[in-house]
């Protein structure tokens, strides 16, 4: 499972580091503590006019099927092992791709005197991870996305503490994953996530962090880069 994750970045340093065209989101401003329901920088391609368009756009984390009504569902993770067939991701999957920017993302071992989290991250200053959005147009006719996280079996060094992680692109299939068009071959898709994930994973360390990662609701930590600090326990 991927529930908290940081990105430390503004959006034109996703601009540039994802060569987009620019987006919507100048509202965005970094997080150390990202959490479901925020709304958080994403990465899509789409046509515009007739013209493909990769923008940084904003997304809600926790996917809204667009048949989803009220309080329906609304995943933030996605499995790998079923992202294909499950009803909720399968349309999705096949057309409607993008990347979730981020520098790295929590995990949580239960000690006697509570949950310890730790920060997951890899050499890179930005993460691309591999997620999914819905699309859902408002009474005033504007398009709010939506979006899940893809993860796969802990492969990374949170295997210590996680049985799951994010599934994270290297940069030689970023383009294949954002590609605007719908797959003709899922398996193909889904082996190159699986070799993907599996080379990032083999770069990741982690350490523990203070527990204010631990409150959603402590605003002061959200904007504090001591929260990704290492500490000793």
């Known amino acids: 499972m991927c529930g908290r994750f940081v990105m430390d970045k503004n959006?034109?340093?996703?601009?540039?580091?994802?060569?987009?065209?620019?987006?919507?989101?100048?509202?965005?401003?970094?997080?150390?503590?990202?959490?479901?329901t925020d709304r958080v920088p994403v990465v899509r391609e789409w046509e515009h006019h007739g013209e493909l368009t990769r923008s940084v756009d904003g997304a809600t984390w926790g996917l809204k099927p667009s048949w989803a009504k009220g309080k329906g569902p609304a995943p933030i993770n996605a499995r790998l092992e079923s992202v294909a067939t499950n009803?909720?991701?399968?349309?999705?999957?096949?057309?409607?791709?993008?990347?979730?920017?981020?520098?790295?993302y929590y995990e949580w071992q239960t000690l006697e005197d509570g949950k310890q989290p730790y920060f997951i991250h890899?050499?890179?200053?930005?993460?691309?991870?591999?997620?999914?959005?819905?699309?859902?147009?408002?009474?005033?006719?504007?398009?709010?996305?939506?979006?899940?996280?893809?993860?796969?079996?802990a492969a990374d060094a949170s295997g210590e503490i996680h049985d799951r992680m994010p599934v994270f692109l290297t940069p030689d299939v970023l383009d294949e994953w954002l590609h605007q068009g719908k797959l003709e071959v899922n398996d193909e898709m889904l082996a190159m996530l699986d070799r993907s994930s599996l080379a990032m994973a083999r770069t990741m360390t982690t350490y523990p962090v203070s527990r204010r990662v631990n409150s959603v609701r402590?605003?002061?930590?959200?904007?504090?880069?001591?929260l990704i600090e290492p500490i000793d326990l």
């Open 218 to 226: 402590d605003e002061a930590a959200k904007v504090d880069p001591a």
């Open 122 to 153: 890899g050499p890179e200053s930005i993460l691309a991870a591999a997620g999914l959005y819905e699309a859902q147009k408002q009474d005033d006719g504007a398009w709010a996305l939506s979006m899940t996280i893809i993860t796969r079996e």
């Open 87 to 104: 009803g909720l991701f399968r349309n999705a999957f096949v057309s409607r791709r993008l990347v979730v920017p981020m520098a790295g």
């Open 11 to 36: 959006t034109d340093d996703l601009i540039n580091e994802f060569v987009a065209q620019g987006g919507d989101f100048r509202d965005w401003r970094p997080s150390y503590n990202v959490a479901p």
